[in-house]
């Protein structure tokens, strides 16, 4: 699946050249700068304790009334927006009551924290392909600018109660990626996303924690150190103001923005009914990559991510085949292939030749020529060779294959065995 993210990076221009710099590069003094006033950052900083995150009409009356009208028509001070309920002015006036932007502001900013608006330079624009839904701002702690790591960024999502197996490839795969320079983008929540978080912070990369509360109220509570430490490493944001608690529908509209802000989404374990599902479902209608690590078919775990694997998701396995799959021209997968063995390294017909020897009591020339469907001459050269390579033995008028060099070196039963490891001289 193709989207405005993929192929050889980000858009010409500045932000090609500062993604390829990576996440290293990424630059204080643009956190919160841009055209945005501050008149405009007040009113959306009071919009998202007013409204609900991903609320499309808000979306609308925001692109038709501005932020600044539409905070003085929800709070009662101008008139209602159009097409809003009496019900629905009536809650934001109520949610309107102690309003205080400003302090809000100030409370993140006490954390080490800001509002990042659309029209800031560290807005990412790919939240822009969310249209009506895309955020009214979002509620960032961290250092680095979220444009720059946005731009090659890479969601990894799946099961809370993962299963030990789901665990170790969301580690490997937070891990492998963040060594690759991508940036591992999770919901900060139990099970899988925690293990990703922590496989990127264990290899010393780039992760950003996306909450359904506000960045100051780590859930789940046990989570708070890895939130902190994320916070101090890589990114924590979210949509909702300082204070704000999750909810079950604030979990699932969350999921909409990882989707979006990510050139892709890994699914690691997921049943049916799984919130990581959604992720993945609006990476598709937004274009995104969309990937699953497939398990065991015996376990519900997986069910969710096969129903993917047999629609519109790709079987990825590791970091590799995913950098390969969302990254740039050239970012390719090492090609996977059995254990080479010595036999491997045989001329089809020398092959035949040794496959023509009973593996009880061994065979004479003729029979093996007549097995192997050569000449007796051409089956006593070639086992001349094989006697040099030490894959037989003569005895009197009868070869035998040389019996194995050591243990564990391949033999199988019903057939030929498999001898040490000769590789070297076959190549000489």
């Known amino acids: 699946m193709t989207g405005p993210l993929e192929g050889a990076g980000p858009a010409p221009g500045r932000d090609r050249a500062e993604a390829e710099a990576g996440p290293e590069s990424e630059s204080r003094a643009e956190a919160g ?18 409204v609900e995150p991903g609320d499309e009409a808000v979306g609308r009356w925001l692109r038709e009334l501005g932020p600044v009208a539409l905070r003085r028509a929800l709070c009662g001070a101008g008139k209602p927006p159009p097409g809003a309920s009496e019900q629905r002015v009536a809650g934001c006036r109520l949610r309107a009551e102690g309003l205080d932007p400003a302090a809000d502001l100030a409370a993140v900013a006490a954390r080490g924290g800001r509002l990042v608006c659309p029209g800031d330079l ?7 392909d ?89 859930y789940p509570r046990g989570h708070a150190e890895l939130i902190e430490r994320i916070a101090e490493q890589g990114l924590v944001l979210a949509e909702l103001p300082p204070g704000a608690h999750p909810t079950r529908s ?32 609006r990476a598709v209608k937004l274009g995104r990559h969309t990937m699953g690590v497939p398990g065991p078919v015996t376990s519900g775990l997986s069910a969710g991510v096969h129903e993917l694997l047999r629609g519109e998701a790709v079987l990825v396995t590791d970091a590799d085949e995913v950098a390969e799959l969302i990254g740039g021209i050239g970012e390719l ?23 023509a020897l009973s593996a009880q009591g061994g065979s004479d020339g003729r029979e093996v020529a007549r097995e192997s469907g050569t000449s007796c001459e051409e089956a006593l050269s070639r086992l001349y060779e094989l006697l040099a390579l030490g894959f037989v033995e003569r005895h009197g008028d009868r070869w ?23 590789v070297k001289g076959l190549r000489r």
């Open 122 to 128: 560290e807005w990412p624009g790919q939240l822009d």
């Open 33 to 50: 700068a841009g055209g945005v006033s501050e008149e405009e950052r007040l009113a959306r900083a009071a919009l998202t304790r007013l």
């Open 333 to 355: 997968a090492p090609a996977r292939r059995g254990p080479l063995v010595e036999r491997d390294l045989l001329d089809p017909v020398t092959a035949r030749v040794l496959e």
């Open 400 to 422: 035998e294959l040389a019996p194995p060099t050591g243990r564990n070196d391949g033999t199988r039963r019903g057939g030929p065995q498999i001898w040490g490891n000769r």
């Open 250 to 281: 604030r979990f699932v509209l969350r999921n909409r923005v990882i989707a979006a802000l990510t050139r892709g989404t890994v699914v690691v374990e997921a049943q049916y009914r799984s919130g990581s599902l959604v992720t993945a479902r």
């Open 130 to 218: 969310l249209g009506d839904a895309r955020p009214v701002g979002l509620w960032v702690r961290g250092r680095p600018s979220l444009r720059i790591w946005a731009l090659r960024s890479v969601a990894v999502v799946g099961a809370r109660a993962c299963s030990d197996y789901g665990a170790h490839v969301a580690a490997n795969l937070g891990a492998g990626l963040a060594e690759r320079g991508w940036v591992v983008v999770s919901g900060a929540a139990h099970g899988v996303d925690g293990a990703v978080h922590r496989g990127a912070l264990a290899a010393a990369g780039a992760t950003v924690a996306v909450l359904a509360s506000g960045v100051d109220v780590p």
